[in-house]
């Protein structure tokens, strides 16, 4: 187990940098917008379950060299981005189905469980954050590094789905509030599209890593 100096300030370290919008953030608000807090908060899960496969791959070195491959980097930037772009016209294409209330039928659990699940294992920027700043709050002397590794990835975890359950509730509320209208809340759920589609042409666009 890391030195408790060390984990203290690898809380205060992943808090920081979670509460600053990100991917997963834009995402999860996204979907709230669209969907509604069930929708956000089922992604929020499905989006750290996503993040498992970085986190293993991280503490028993995978991660290293994944985060150095140009090629797996872009291959992985590449098809998350596009689901995103996808996800987000589907929610446009159906944003007069999301304003017409509770009559007709919801996503499924699962189906946005799954949906946020690829989002999160695709986005290959967290393979590449695991690997730069997890390691910095290691010891080498305390116990094995994997382990710590693997302690570290899940602490950030708990803390991430914490804070972005927050901003998928905010968001779901926004849109309650928007339902008095249908018509403000078709824009609404179009305006959670576009933004799923700005972020997955975002992440396309991003430079390739060096």
Known sequence: MPPLES???????????IVIPGPGVLFVIGR???LGRRAGLLSVLGNSIGNIPAILATAFGVGALVASSIVAFTVLKVVGAAYLVWLGIQAIRHRRDHAAGPSRAPASRWTLLRQGFVVGVTNPKTIAFFVAVLPQFVDPHAGAVWVQLLMLGLIFQVLAVICDSVWALAAGTARTWFAGSPKRLSTLSGTGGLMMIGLGGALALTGAKS
């Open 32 to 34: 709230s917008i669209a």
């Open 7 to 17: 984990l203290l300030a690898f809380v205060a370290a992943s808090i920081v940098l």
